[in-house]
């Protein structure tokens, strides 16, 4: 079994900065992309920032120079910096990972944490 677990979300006022961490768990051999989503009230799920194995970052351009994802693989961790925080980014962040293990690729999900901006 793995496991995402993640923590450090809040509430914060708008033009403050939150700091999610995200540690997956569990027996399996190596993580490949790790990622965060969001999803809003009554909006779809999106993609908010995903990092690959060798460290290539990309953002979703209402995110760009206000969030930084990175990775700590000896931890088996991902984080995500968020500045500049606006009440648009309120939602519930997911953590997502495709993890190899012993039967073979893994999509794995976190249960969410909350972010709450307020104006």
């Known amino acids: 079994q793995v496991q995402l677990v993640e923590s450090g979300g809040g509430l914060v006022q708008a033009g403050g900065s939150l700091r999610l961490s995200c540690v997956a768990s569990?027996?399996?051999?190596?993580?490949?992309?790790m990622g965060w989503y969001r999803q809003a009230p009554g909006k779809q799920r999106e993609l908010v920032a995903a990092v690959s194995q060798g460290d290539s970052t990309n953002y979703v351009d209402s995110v760009k120079g206000r969030f930084t994802i990175s990775r700590d693989n000896a931890k088996n961790t991902v984080y995500l910096q968020m500045n500049s925080l606006k009440p648009e980014d309120t939602a519930v962040y997911y953590c997502n990972a495709g993890v190899r293990w012993r039967a073979g690729y893994l999509e794995v999900w976190g249960q969410g944490t909350l972010v709450t901006v307020s104006s």
């Open positions: 569990g027996s399996f051999f190596s993580i490949n992309a």
